[in-house]
């Protein structure tokens, strides 16, 4: 299994402003995944994030709002731009081992006011 | 395009009950199902994964099915405790992506 930590753990911001959230892996991986979860809702996958290629965004989600980095096989970050109180979510990365296997990061509680 | 569905979407039991949480999915070309935990404000917790060769995985007291040609899975609890208390989410693995399902929020009563 793979060891996941994200920073900041949750924040809270201004309308209008950006944040970024990173992911660190302990061990190096090819695919790399942002979700959000909005209050009681299930995931929403954002984006594929490959290194060395561009993100893959989902439908509804576009480049712009969330510009993602995958500098190497063990990092990446989202961005969250321009956030609104509808930005309000905990934002989740993940990564594929083996066999598909997912695990997930402990998640970051984003607050917009 | 896939759909993941949950039923229950919340149940409550007492406490040493045996419980059987459903996952159904519209596609059954998926390469493996997986069953997650998720306690309140925190992060996903992978609890078993079904490849689409297999018919079911036990871990402890957890035991999951699948069914692909009816697009179904269950997750069994055996002898249910407070700790069980959570949300608990499957997910089916299509083309390259996850699809996560609704969820069942579970609640064992002390």
């Known amino acids: 299994s793979a060891v996941i930590s994200q920073k900041p753990s949750r924040d809270i911001c201004q309308r209008g402003t950006s944040l970024t959230i990173q992911c660190q892996v302990d061990s190096q991986v090819t695919m790399m995944f942002w979700y959000r979860q909005q209050p009681g809702q299930s995931l929403t996958l954002i984006a594929t994030a490959n290194q060395g290629s561009e993100a893959t965004y989902e439908s509804g989600f576009v480049i712009d709002k969330f510009p993602i980095s995958r500098p190497n096989l063990t990092f990446s970050t989202l961005t969250v731009s321009n956030m609104s109180p509808e930005d309000s979510s905990i934002y989740l990365c993940?990564?594929?081992?083996?066999?598909?296997?997912?695990?997930f990061g402990p998640g970051t509680r984003l607050t917009v006011l | 395009k896939q759909e993941v569905t949950q039923i229950p979407a919340a149940l409550s039991v007492p406490e040493g009950e045996n419980l059987v949480l459903n996952c159904s999915f519209t596609d059954s070309a998926i390469y493996n199902l997986q069953w997650f935990r998720q306690d309140p404000g925190k992060g996903l917790t992978s609890l078993l994964l079904?490849?689409?060769?297999?018919r079911e995985q036990t871990s402890g007291r957890l035991n999951a099915s699948l069914d692909k040609s009816s697009g179904r899975s269950t997750l069994y609890i055996a002898a249910s405790q407070p700790g069980d208390s959570a949300t608990y989410l499957c997910?089916?693995?299509?083309?390259?992506?996850?699809?996560f399902g609704t969820g069942t929020r579970l609640k064992v009563l002390a």
């Open positions: 997910a089916v693995w299509g083309t390259y992506k996850y699809i």
């Open positions: 079904i490849q689409s060769s297999q």
């Open positions: 993940s990564v594929a081992g083996a066999r598909n296997e997912q695990f």
